[in-house]
Nanobody
Framework: QVQLAESGGGSVQAGGSLTLSCAASPSLYGNTCMAWFRQSPTKEREEVATIDRFSGTTYTDSVKGRFIISKDFGTNNLRLQMNSLKPEDTAMYYC?????????????????WGQGTRVTVSP
């Protein structure tokens, strides 16, 4: 397992932007899948976006065209650029890592999780 630490959450108005960051230590293996999940009090944990060397990037439909996941493969820092935010994006956002490829993974396949960073989007 690795230690993951998220930052960058906050409160914004609808239409605004936020960038979340996740720092990983120690270094991750090159085939690690990294992902952003989110969870709100009224919804189950949802996979927002994933990235690895094999599959590239994937996004849940509700954020396609608005969010961008990126990873610095040298420093293992993960980011989530969130644009055109909507109130329904309000949630706790978690960074996660798995030693496996992203393809076909469920949230139970991720063995490293951060503590989360809260995002609140007001109308």
């Amino acid at each position: 397992q690795v230690q993951l630490a998220e930052s960058g959450g906050g409160s914004v108005q609808a239409g605004g932007s936020l960038t979340l960051s996740c720092a990983a230590s120690p270094s991750l293996y090159g085939n690690t899948c990294m992902a952003w999940f989110r969870q709100s009090p009224t919804k189950e944990r949802e996979e927002v976006a994933t990235i690895d060397r094999f599959s590239g990037t994937t996004y849940t439909d509700s954020v396609k065209g608005r969010f961008i996941i990126s990873k610095d493969f040298g420093t293992n820092n993960l980011r989530l650029q969130m644009n055109s935010l909507k109130p329904e994006d309000t949630a706790m956002y978690y960074c996660a890592a798995s030693p496996r490829r992203c393809s076909g993974l469920g949230h139970s396949d991720f063995n490293s999780w951060g503590q989360g960073t809260r995002v609140t989007v007001s109308p």
